[in-house]
């Protein structure tokens, strides 16, 4: 059996046998010393044990989403350097917030400055001149929502400075987006690919090219968190079936979409609204992909995110998807019920300086991202009504008076993600009563009042298709995995694959996805680290405490008793008593929704979505479990195997987890096989230390075993 061999050397390696011809490894180049330290990843977590006689090195790259101008950043230092930068921009000027007169441009600078933070983006500096001579002049302060871009020119002997990133690539990134114009993927690229070579030149290399170099040897496989390939599923439709009708009149009641909640968000940190054209590709793990799918083969390199199938937010990829289904065939029912109408279409919300959204020729259908559009309405697009209730308590079959609610929904998520959708389907009401609940929201707003009011109060919705694609269950259509048998979903296509070499692994995998997601439902603010899911408990249930307090840590939130109110400074807001219904509480309110009294209330929706996406959210852990499995059982028994994982550093922990149960461990290597950690402070540099077993993979098996367990055997024990 070939032994690995080092990975750094021109990106393939330099035999050293010239100079010693019994050595069969491979060494680096000489004149291509290894950077002293690696950016991306915030940690690497090296396992090692035996899956079905094959020996196996997991090694996992958890990352905390970052983007990839920031791990470019001087020495890789992720908090940007702010200062005051001039602009030729003329302005409308509101309310001033400070003034401070005979000072120089000099000390104007600094007096500014002195409480300005990375937080303060965009506060507007002015300083008039006054007396040239003595160089002195009247220096203003504005807030940025007091500022507003205007045409025309800057007042005479007046020069305008905004407090920005200092980084010229950052703030160009940035304020392209902020104006909702699009960054293309290839110049964005371009400024990482510059930047890299000034990066390197301080001893960081960017995790791309090392990731690169790995990937190009024998028995190293490469798994990321990207769009799962669109070669790999194809559509499935039932011509019994026919497309979902209009919507319910309760659900077309639900209330518009929060033109305050997009306010609010529009003064957060600009990447984190997809809503304001985010492309998508400014997240170093898309760019990540990009690169790997660029210079690797494709069949070393492997994807499982489910969450947006049919839907990614890659646009390359999304054309593959689009080319499944021919046009004209996905023609939606509501749809042509309101061209009928001959409804206007809404102004397409904006930013505050551009239009917000992408043009999507039509959809493509999947469970996973009719599904997957919790986590967007939960993190990211809260603004956005869409409703899980009516599916869950109309359309979803439930025994009479169930004693535990949950277990119908576990059965539902069992069939779908571990067996056959028929199975999942059969589980569904197919009446018209039914029916009439399968979207997520209604293209049209009925306001409040009696039922089957005419056409005249009606309103048409904004197009949200950028955000919530798949709206509709795909109970006629839908993407399925490209293998023989009943339709599967992917995940479970990828389960029966591995089954029939380890069905012992398999079972084990499935029951733990179904445990765990139990396990977190049973007390959501407990279990569920992040915080996510109670701040968006807050901000739907406990609005009043939401907007009176801090919610920008959420792990902090969820842990606190009490938390300083912003509107009464010598007060606090209790957040000790208050908790999230434990599944079954959380069922029985979303079953209580009568459609006859009118729409759901804000407390039902965020409930249902919290329970769809812990679903979602483990069905991907699920599905990087598993594909680990089908990348070693391809390989024959005794076969000694690499398998590179890069992703979200909570998927990265849960599949450390999982297979340290099987026996996998980190020892006896330095640190237990860890690299980095999961929090650094804001100057501390990212880039990280590798040891040598991550730039020569031989010393992870063969010769080495030996050594190794007579350091396990030293160590008492100590790794169990």
Not at 70 to 87: A, F, H, N, Q, Y
Not at 379 to 394: E, G, I, K
Not at 507 to 517: G, H, I, M, N, R
Request: some cysteine; hydrophobic content about 40%.
């Amino acid at each position: 059996m070939p032994t690995i061999r080092a990975i750094y050397a021109n990106g393939h390696g330099q035999r050293c046998g010239e100079t010693a011809p019994a050595c069969t490894n491979w060494c680096p180049a000489p004149s291509a010393p290894a950077p002293a330290r690696t950016a991306g990843p915030s940690s690497i977590q090296t396992l090692r044990g035996n899956l079905c006689g094959r020996e196996v090195a997991l090694v996992l790259c958890g990352e905390a989403h970052e983007d990839a101008v920031d791990l470019t950043r001087t020495k890789s230092i992720l908090e940007p350097t702010m200062g005051w930068v001039d602009t030729s921009d003329a302005f409308l000027l509101r309310k001033m917030r400070h003034s401070r007169s005979n000072v120089t441009l000099q000390v104007a600078k600094k007096w500014a400055s002195h409480a300005m933070t990375s937080e303060n983006d965009g506060v507007l500096l002015l300083f008039h001149m006054v007396d040239s001579v003595n160089g002195v002049g009247t220096a203003k302060v504005f807030m940025p929502q007091e500022i507003e871009v205007k045409p025309g020119e800057q007042e005479e002997n007046t020069q305008y400075f905004l407090w920005k990133d200092l980084d010229p690539d950052a703030r160009y990134i940035h304020d392209k987006k902020a104006k909702g114009i699009e960054v293309l993927p290839e110049e964005h690229d371009s400024i990482i690919a510059r930047r890299k070579k000034r990066l390197r030149m301080e001893g960081v290399e960017l995790f791309d090219d090392w990731l690169i170099r790995a990937g190009r040897l024998p028995h190293v496989e490469i798994i990321l968190e990207g769009p799962v390939r669109s070669t790999e599923v194809e559509l499935h439709e039932d011509p019994d079936t026919a497309p979902a009708p209009i919507a319910d009149e309760s659900c077309q009641a639900m209330e518009l979409d929060s033109g305050e909640e997009f306010a609010t968000l529009l003064d957060q940190d600009m990447r984190s609204l997809r809503f304001l054209a985010e492309d998508g590709t400014g997240a170093f793990l898309q760019y990540l992909v990009r690169r790997v799918r660029d210079n690797l083969p494709s069949e070393r390199v492997h994807f499982f995110e489910l969450r947006e199938l049919g839907n990614p937010d890659d646009d390359e990829v999304k054309k593959e998807f689009q080319c499944l289904v021919p046009d004209g065939q996905l023609m939606d029912l509501e749809e042509e019920w309101l061209e009928e109408l001959q409804l206007p279409a809404p102004r397409v919300k904006t930013g505050r300086h551009g239009s917000c959204g992408v043009h999507v020729r039509h959809v493509v259908p999947s469970w996973e991202a009719f599904f997957g559009a919790a986590s967007e309405l939960l993190y990211f697009s809260p603004h956005v009504r869409a409703d899980f209730v009516p599916f869950l308590a109309c359309v979803m079959k439930t025994p009479e008076a169930p004693t535990r609610p949950k277990d119908w929904v576990l059965k539902f998520f069992e069939h779908l993600y571990c067996g056959v959708i028929a199975d999942a389907l059969a589980m569904l009401r197919s009446d018209p009563t039914a029916r009439a609940f399968l979207r997520l929201r209604s293209a049209v707003h009925r306001p409040p009042g009696p039922r089957g009011r005419g056409h005249r109060s009606l309103v048409r919705r904004q197009d949200v298709r950028h955000l919530v694609p798949v709206s509709v269950a795909p109970v006629d259509r839908y993407l399925k995995a490209k293998t023989p048998g009943a339709p599967r979903t992917w995940v479970s296509a990828l389960a029966e694959r591995v089954r029939w070499k380890a069905p012992e692994l398999v079972e084990k995998a499935q029951q733990w996805y179904l445990q765990v997601t139990e396990n977190l439902l049973e007390d959501v603010k407990e279990k569920d680290p992040e915080g996510d899911y109670f701040v968006a408990w807050l901000r739907e249930a406990h609005r009043d405490i939401f907007e009176d307090i801090d919610v920008n840590n959420p792990n902090l939130l969820r842990r606190v008793k009490e938390m300083p109110s912003l509107s009464m400074r010598t007060q606090s807001r209790n957040l000790s008593g208050i908790r999230i219904p434990f599944f079954d509480e959380a069922m029985q309110e979303i079953l209580s929704y009568d459609p006859s009294s009118g729409p759901t209330t804000r407390r039902q929706r965020v409930l249902a979505k919290i329970i769809v996406d812990a679903f979602q959210l483990r069905m991907v852990d699920l599905a990087s479990i598993l594909i680990v499995m089908d990348r070693a059982l391809a390989f024959p028994e005794g076969s000694e195997v690499v398998i590179i994982m890069y992703t979200g550093a909570d998927h990265a922990r849960t599949v450390q987890h999982f297979y340290q149960d099987l026996g996998f461990t980190g020892c006896p290597l330095p640190q237990k096989g860890l690299v980095g950690k999961d929090e650094f402070g804001p100057r501390e540099p990212r880039g990280l230390r590798l040891p040598t077993y991550l730039h020569n993979f031989g010393e992870l098996f063969g010769k080495h075993r030996a050594a190794d367990h007579q350091r396990a055997t030293a160590d008492h024990g100590s790794c169990l």
